[in-house]
């Protein structure tokens, strides 16, 4: 039977690992458990050695980030298959056998994720991931079950595997082979949609990535870096980031695009009176001029992927015409 590393990524965790590492201890006793620490400094090593002795620790020397983490912290973990997954996820029994089965049968498959519901509303799919991602055609992230902050209720519309544009970082796997071949995860991102340009160059390389449906994870969302400022500073520059190093060279003129209706977006925090918002926005944008040139330099000839995208204009159908499902 495949061996799965289920490699948990932790800062200043304690509270979260209080409440969640017990399910995933418990529902993967064939498989090994390894904590990889960024420099806690909250007491959270000490509780997993004395309250869970089988966990492997991986201790960093200071915070390297979502990318930074995982790449320094996977490099001496042998098993076939990784499964990264944040330190606020529920597991349910049996949650890593649909993936074994999975990647024994289908050599193909390179990355995929389960569905991840809402923890609070366990019928309601959660925000970073739900039933497997996409993006429109300006790098807007979204998936089945949400569309921007819109989600989905879980009807069984999506109980079925389905490849995708884009597994969610907060329940990761990914063959070993795979992320050593393309140089793990671009630590420039350091927090958010890292995962989705690791997709991208995956697929470049013509991996596949699915979503499976027998397994459902409930996620707690923003227990690490919740919504605010910093987070949006992330998630506008490093959209930049991700067209710049992935698009298809003849469709470079997306960006601007993209930089026009990032502008309308600081037009609409500031009329909504959120101002540190609309700064962060500015702010990411600053930081893109200033490293693009690093990110020209990281394309590949085989960013040529003419079809990445299922939606034109997201944010025009989901604001103007009002449609929130796929």
């Known amino acids: 039977m495949t061996k799965i590393a289920v490699a948990i990524l932790n800062w200043n965790g304690e509270e979260l690992l209080r409440r969640f590492l017990k399910s995933i201890v418990e529902n993967s006793p064939d498989d090994s458990i390894y904590l990889i620490d960024n420099a806690s400094n909250d007491g959270s090593v000490t509780f997993v050695k004395n309250s869970f002795p089988a966990v492997n620790i991986i201790q960093l020397d200071k915070n390297y980030g979502y990318a930074g983490g995982y790449n320094k912290g996977l490099i001496g973990i042998k098993e076939d298959i990784l499964c990264l997954i944040n330190n606020d996820v529920f597991v349910p029994e049996g949650w890593l056998t649909p993936f074994k089965n999975h990647f024994k049968k289908n050599p193909h498959t390179a990355i995929a994720q389960p569905h991840v519901m809402d923890l609070n509303q366990p019928d309601l799919f959660e925000y970073a991931g739900a039933a497997g991602g996409y993006i429109d055609r300006l790098g807007y992230p979204y998936c089945r079950g949400r569309v921007f902050h819109h989600l989905e209720k879980d009807r069984g519309q999506y109980d079925f595997d389905q490849k995708v544009f884009w ?37 470049n390389e013509n991996h596949d990535i699915y979503s499976l449906y027998q397994t459902k994870v409930q996620h707690q969302g923003g227990g690490t870096l919740k919504i605010s400022p910093k987070k949006t500073f992330y998630n506008f520059r490093n959209s930049l980031y991700l067209l710049v190093k992935n698009l298809p060279e003849k469709r470079n003129q997306r960006i601007l695009e993209r930089l026009f209706m990032d502008g309308i977006a600081v037009l609409f925090f500031i009329l909504q009176l959120k101002i540190l918002s609309a700064f962060a926005v500015i702010k990411a944008h600053f930081c893109f001029y200033k490293h693009v040139s690093v990110m020209i330099r990281k394309r590949t000839e085989k960013a040529d992927r003419a079809h990445y995208y299922t939606e034109t204009h997201l944010p025009f159908r989901f604001f103007l015409t009002n449609k929130k499902i796929l």
Do not use: P, T, Y
Not at 176 to 185: I, P, R
């Open 167 to 203: 597994a969610s970082g907060a329940c990761f796997f990914i063959r070993k082979n795979v992320f050593n071949s393309l140089g793990g995860f671009d630590e420039d991102f350091f927090a958010h949609m890292e995962e989705i340009d690791l997709c991208w160059r995956a697929q």
